[in-house]
Structure formats: C-alpha cells, structure tokens
C-alpha cells in the first residue's frame, strides 16, 4: 500500500504524517500539492491522508476554500471509487465541506482553542483503518483544534448511530462516555466518523502525533498500522 498525503497552503502536519508513513512504517508516500489534478500512480487500494492545519488560512469555514482546490476533485472521485481517505482535524473540515461526510464541525464549545490529551473509545472495529483495534479499546491521541464541535441534524446522528458509522467517542481513560471529557462539545462525544462504505474517516484527534515511541506514546500508530494490516 502506498500513501498520499495532500499539502494545502497553510497545512502544518503533513510533515508529522509524511514521517509516520515513510519512517516509522517505511511505506511509498507521494506528496500531492494542492493545485496538482492528479494522484500520480496511487490507486483505490492506496490511501490518501488530509492534514491538519489552517488549510487557506480557515478563511470563510474551516476547509471551506480546501474543498475548491483542483486536488480534491481527485481525492473525491477517488473516494466515490472505493479508494480510502483519512482526514484527520482540518482534514476532516475538509471533507466534510467536500460532502464525503455528513455534518458540521462548529467552534469548540468553550470558544476557546483546546490543545491536550484526549481519550477515544473505539465504537467499531470492523473498518479497515480500525481492525487493528478492540472494540472498545482506548486510545491516548492529542486534540488540537477551535471548531472540533461535530454537530448534525438529529435524523443525521441517529443515522450515524444505527449503521455503526461512528468510528470514536471522546472518553474517559477508563473508556466512560461523559460529558467532562468532551473536549469541544461534540454531539453523542463524536470525535471521528465513516462514510456510508466506510472507506472514507474523518477524525479531529491528531494520531500521527502520537506514533512514534520517541513521543513518549504510540496509541496512534495503532490506527496506521489497521491500514497496513488489510492491505
């Protein structure tokens, strides 16, 4: 499997992500710049990752301008094809304005930016960027963000919930699902969901930053390494 990582103006974790796939897992990464209009030789059984970052400086909504760059005309008909997507904090603004998931991601509720630790239960292991994990399993992934706030009509989150779409919950360490460890106010503590095929993911939390061992935690990695482990 080989991995694609897209760089918009104004993304500042690409380099986090590039490292994780060519060093710590020694995968064929291409780097996809924003105005390119094609994905060079990645095919559907590839993923291509959307980093965090201020894509466009978070000009009108977060990733509202992203949506519009000549790349993700590319990234959206590889999705639609079956091929995976992984956008992870402005990644998943990104696709959401793109229209490959539902929702909204809103201002964190305390208004203010929020940049800590988090936990995550795993809600279902039956996609290929969760196999890797337990259901139910807690992972430790640092947030950072200022509209992490997943919000969605009722009939949309009850959609979410009834065909097992949500892949995270923010938790507790012991994997409790409460409102004092949402970090932003999320609806049902969502911090990441699928797509309809599940091929599509988008989380707020930033795994790749807690996938190298010399970080002092790897639990991300975990989540790397489910993709590898269905390839």
């Keep these: 499997m080989k991995f694609g990582v897209v760089i918009f103006p104004g993304s500042n ?13 020694q995968c064929e990464t291409r780097i996809l710049w ?12 590839d993923c291509i990752m959307i980093p965090g970052g201020f894509s466009y400086g978070d000009y009108l909504r977060c990733g509202a301008i992203a949506r519009f760059s000549p790349i993700m005309e ?5 999705a639609n094809n079956g091929g995976y997507v992984f956008g992870i904090c402005n990644g998943f603004q990104i696709l ?12 964190n509720k305390s208004l203010n930016f929020v940049c800590k630790d988090v936990y995550l239960r795993t809600m279902n292991n039956s996609s290929i960027f969760t196999s890797g994990l337990n259901k139910e399993e807690v992972l430790k992934i640092p947030v950072a963000h200022g509209e992490g706030n997943y919000f969605a009509e009722p ?32 609806l049902n503590n969502i911090a990441g969901i699928f797509n309809e095929n599940k091929n599509v993911l988008g989380l707020m939390p930033h795994p790749e930053r807690y ?10 990695l975990k989540i790397f390494k489910s993709i590898l482990s269905n390839y």
């Design 96 to 107: 959401i304005e793109a229209g490959l998931l539902p929702g909204a991601l809103l201002r």
């Design 155 to 186: 009939d949309t989150i009850k959609q979410l919930e009834d065909s097992n779409r949500i892949a995270f919950k923010y938790c507790s360490q012991d994997g409790t699902i409460d409102e004092i460890d949402n970090p932003n106010g999320s």
């Design 74 to 78: 590319k990234v959206i008909e590889h």
């Design 34 to 45: 924003h105005k390119d209009t094609s994905l060079q030789d990645l095919t559907t059984d």
């Design 211 to 220: 996938s190298d061992g010399l970080l002092g935690c790897s639990d991300g």
């Design 13 to 25: 974790c690409d380099a986090d992500i590039i490292h994780v796939c060519q060093n710590v897992m």
